[in-house]
């Protein structure tokens, strides 16, 4: 079946230390996206990617870092520098440039930070 | 700057009454307006779409939803409610300028009574 899958879906942390979630997709699109979703916020956008190779951050991309290298993944690095990282974080793709607003997501991964 | 406005946090409702969760957005053209279910500890799933035409759009689930220009709203609306549909509601729109970027708004949770 086709889909997202991220890994891990739970994963704990000391303070400063780096995390990679990693997010497959064999739908074979070519956009993909993090979101990071807190309690009473929403969800909001942290980096995106239309095409392999090429990124672009979002509305919180402070203390994140991403890769594109392949089309099927979309790995995103949380970093010491990331002041509040515990939360709920969702990869999804979706067809490129036409603006469907149809993103399927991944089931997330919830990190916690101790 | 687009936003959207989601003001029932939580809602509550009795198994086969009929819901109804408010949506209300800002944005400067035409909007493409969308409604995201996610059910705990899941993904999103999407539920319904609006882009141009009728303002009544049809989802899956049962679910529709009405655009209405003057009000700004988006409105969603279950005829009947099952007790499965208790889960996180979301409205969004999308930003333009190239590639499914969304604004969610902070949801609504919704939970069905026996």
């Known amino acids: 079946d086709g889909g997202i899958t991220q890994s891990p879906k739970y994963l704990f942390r000391k303070e400063g230390q780096n995390v990679t979630l990693s997010c497959e997709q064999n739908?074979?699109?070519?956009?993909m996206y993090w979101y990071r979703q807190d309690p009473g916020q929403g969800l909001r956008l942290i980096y995106y990617s239309q095409i392999v190779n090429d990124f672009q951050k979002g509305d919180i991309a402070e203390g994140y870092s991403v890769s594109r290298e392949k089309k099927e993944s979309f790995p995103l690095t949380v970093t010491s520098a990331q002041k509040n990282p515990t939360a709920f974080y969702l990869c999804?793709?979706?067809?490129?440039?036409?603006?469907?607003?149809?993103?399927?997501f991944g089931e997330g991964s919830r990190l916690t930070v101790l | 700057a687009q936003s959207v406005t989601q003001p029932d946090i939580h809602i509550t409702v009795s198994e086969g009454a009929s819901l109804e969760l408010r949506c209300n957005y800002s944005y400067g053209a035409t909007p493409y307006l969308f409604w995201y279910v996610q059910s705990p500890g899941q993904g999103l799933q999407l539920l319904l779409k609006?882009?141009?035409?009728?303002?009544l759009v049809q989802g899956i689930k049962g679910f529709e939803a009405e655009f209405k220009r003057s009000q700004s709203s988006f409105n969603l609306r279950k005829p009947s409610v099952h007790w499965s549909d208790a889960a996180e509601y979301f409205c969004?729109?999308?930003?333009?300028?190239?590639?499914?970027?969304?604004?969610f708004g902070t949801g609504t949770q919704l939970k069905v009574e026996l």
């Open positions: 999804a793709s979706s067809i490129r440039d036409q603006n469907t607003g149809e993103l399927f």
């Open positions: 609006y882009f141009s035409g009728d303002t």
């Open positions: 969004a729109v999308a930003r333009g300028g190239g590639g499914n970027k969304l604004t």
């Open positions: 739908l074979n699109h070519d956009a």
